[in-house]
């Protein structure tokens, strides 16, 4: 199964694998994803929870008038602002 998922361009070898290749990828994909989703609930299972930390934000605003932007584009290549 593996080896008809990742066979990718490989060259097929005979017309048994190429018939497998052709008409099994679709239901290889279908195992595979239940396959991974019980790899990653296994790993949820079994892994230690995050460290619970609070924290405290603030919220800051300013007042920027249009006199204060323009030096803040000289770095840039606005030619509209130029003209002002």
């Given amino acids: 199964m593996l080896a008809n998922l990742t066979c990718g361009m490989s060259p097929v070898t005979n017309l048994f694998d190429a018939m497998t290749q052709i008409s099994m ?3 290889f994909r279908l195992i595979s994803l239940f396959i991974v989703n019980d790899w990653w609930n296994t ?3 079994y892994s230690p929870p995050p460290p619970t930390t ?3 934000t603030t919220k800051t605003t ?3 008038t249009i006199g204060e932007v ?5 770095g840039l290549h606005m030619d509209r ?4």
């Fill in 25 to 27: 990828t679709g239901l």
């Fill in 43 to 45: 790993i949820r299972n």
């Fill in 54 to 56: 609070t924290a405290t």
């Fill in 62 to 64: 300013a007042t920027v």
């Fill in 70 to 74: 323009k030096p803040l584009l000289t």
């Fill in 81 to 84: 602002y130029d003209s002002q």
